[in-house]
């Protein structure tokens, strides 16, 4: 494979073509041009491919001067270096040359040594300043790249001490799906505009912008006033405008830098965690940095570090919370929940370290240690004499893809000696979404192994009647926020009773959640739904509580025990 460097020779004198040729055509290639106007033209069609150019002055159709002209206007080929071959011995010509474009001279009549080692120099200078470059700035957008972006903001912070600044990242959300519907080009076509788009709104010495992730970008932007929504939407609009698709989102976090002594990286970071305060938050456009924000950064690092030994120490709990049947009030089974008790913070809500958990991957360990558990408590009450009814546990979107679940369950099952009619599993809606033909997969052989599958959390997804109808589920979960929302008996009315007849068109009981009071207890039977989880019977209780409740509501030789509620 030939690998040498192409040189462009541009002399209207064909002995000069020649003579440069025969010194140079042992280590390059040689293209030959006899005018500018043939320069330009091969510049223009092998633009990548030059890497010097050697360039006589006076020519027809179009000189040198004329050629370094044009090199100069366009920002791609300025960027190959021309060395000026000439017998014009004024000083001031080379002067002249220099301001036009050209990086070195060459003098008739031509000396092999010379003309080689100044072109090897020259070539050498050109490509350790790509490798530079390379580092300096992102191979597609332009701008700076992480690295020389924070190493640029600390230099501007220093030397301008009285000025305030502000960090402002952007982000596209959901960037890859755009990739993966409208393609690759489309894709790399917006960063390029948003990067277009940054360089424009920013000054060229007290101001930087850099790509710090794939479709992350930062500016440093001299501070102008208060951040509004109307201004970022407008920023929005502008970066679209004429985008050949326009349902795109894009969202920004700013952090004010109140202390030049913060480090940049650190600074950049608050930024981003700014803007991942409202990445997936409906109508909001910007958000910016506070303290809130870091302490509650601190605080997920401090459970982040504390997770693995309080799963090692059991200080996660299964807590339990009962169904109840909506005709007699009769408690028909009941809901295995986590909960961490910390040995010195006391009990931390879910809501606190639940979603942690799920970013970061943990969860697939909690849920483990929660079906075990669950399992083992199962097996200790049956042998205590006491009557069970069948207890679920939740299963993650996670937890697909972390392990064979088909495999795992029934294992378990053999393990404690247990009835699939006392274990029975929960999958939330949105989780068959992420690769519905493969979870499907697993939840049919699940069932085949004589496990009952409950649709958790049913309405918040995106189900289609189609998949729907195809799930092999044995009851649906309605979200509590259904109550909340629907406060009419009309039972014709609201999204509630359109999922519960729709539940009856699929031949499944429902179960619905959150019932608080009596009223939304009787609204909800009015409208035919099978069973209540909440806490008008009762809230999530941990194991000694619950086997307590359990004797006294628990159906007993087909009789209901129904609750004092």
């Known amino acids: ?3 040498k460097r192409k040189i462009l020779v541009v002399d209207d004198a064909p002995i000069n073509r020649i003579v440069l040729k025969k010194i140079l055509l042992d280590k390059y290639d040689v293209i030959e041009a006899a005018n500018g106007q043939e320069a330009l033209d091969i510049l223009n069609k092998e633009t990548l491919d030059i890497s010097l150019v050697l360039l006589d002055l006076m020519m027809p159709v179009l000189d040198g001067y004329g050629v370094m002209a044009k090199v100069k206007e366009n920002e791609t080929l300025s960027v190959i270096p021309i060395i000026v071959i000439t017998g014009n011995q004024d000083d001031g010509s080379e002067t002249k040359c220099l301001q036009s474009g050209a990086s070195d001279f060459i003098k008739k009549p031509f000396n092999s040594e010379v003309v080689r080692n100044r072109v090897d120099s020259m070539i050498r200078l050109r490509e350790n300043a790509i490798l530079i470059n390379q580092i300096k700035n992102d191979f597609l957008t332009g701008l700076y790249t992480r690295e020389f972006f924070t190493e640029s903001v600390k230099e501007i912070l220093q030397a301008n001490p009285d000025k305030q600044y502000d960090l402002i990242c952007c982000d596209v959300v959901n960037f890859k799906m755009i990739n993966e519907r409208w393609g690759r080009e489309l894709g790399d076509k917006l960063l390029c505009t948003i990067a277009a788009h940054l360089k424009e709104h920013i000054g060229t010495v007290t101001e930087a912008a850099g790509r710090i992730d794939s479709n992350t970008f930062i500016v440093l932007k001299e501070h102008s006033g208060d951040h509004n929504e109307a201004y970022y939407r407008e920023d929005v609009a502008e970066i679209l405008e004429g985008f050949p698709v326009k349902n795109i989102t894009i969202k920004y976090g700013i952090y004010a830098i109140t202390d030049k002594n913060v480090a940049v990286t650190d600074m950049c970071d608050r930024a981003v965690l700014a ?5 997936h938050k409906y109508g909001a456009t910007f958000w910016q940095y506070d303290d809130r924000i870091r302490l509650q950064m601190l605080e997920e690092e401090k459970i982040v570090q504390e997770m693995e030994v309080a799963l090692k120490e059991k200080q996660f709990k299964v807590f339990f919370q009962p169904k109840h049947d909506v005709k007699d009030n009769a408690m028909i089974g009941a809901e295995a929940l986590v909960r961490w008790r910390h040995p010195v913070r006391g009990l931390i809500p879910p809501g606190v370290f639940i979603p942690i958990f799920e970013r970061n991957g943990f969860i697939t360990k909690l849920d483990s240690y929660v079906w075990e558990e669950t399992a083992s408590l199962i097996r200790q009450w049956l042998d205590e004499g006491h009557q069970m009814i069948p207890i679920s546990v939740n299963i993650s979107r996670m937890d697909f893809g972390a392990m064979p679940l088909e495999e795992y369950f029934p294992k378990l099952m053999k393990k404690y000696n247990l009835s699939t009619e006392l274990y029975h599993l929960e999958v939330t809606e949105t989780a068959y979404m992420d690769d519905p033909e493969e ?9 085949q192994n004589g496990f009952r599958i409950e649709m958790d959390d049913f309405g918040t997804g995106y189900s289609s009647l189609n998949l729907l109808s195809d799930l092999p589920i044995d009851a649906l979960k309605v979200g509590m ?8 008996y009309d039972s ?6 359109f999922i519960l007849n729709l539940s009856k068109w699929l031949g499944v009981p429902t179960i619905v959640e959150g019932v608080e009071t009596k009223a939304e207890l009787r609204l909800v039977a009015t409208m035919g739904c099978d069973f209540v989880q909440g806490y008008y019977f009762a809230k999530p209780m941990p194991e000694e509580e619950f086997i307590d409740y359990l004797d006294k509501h628990v159906r007993l030789n087909g009789v209901a025990q129904p609750s004092d509620k």
Do not use: A, W, Y
């Open 1 to 3: 494979m030939d690998n």
């Open 275 to 279: 803007l991942r305060q409202i990445k």
């Open 439 to 447: 979870m499907v997969k697993t939840v049919v052989i699940l069932r």
């Open 481 to 488: 926020n259904f109550v909340r929302e629907n406060k009419s």
């Open 492 to 497: 014709n009315k609201g999204i509630l009773s």
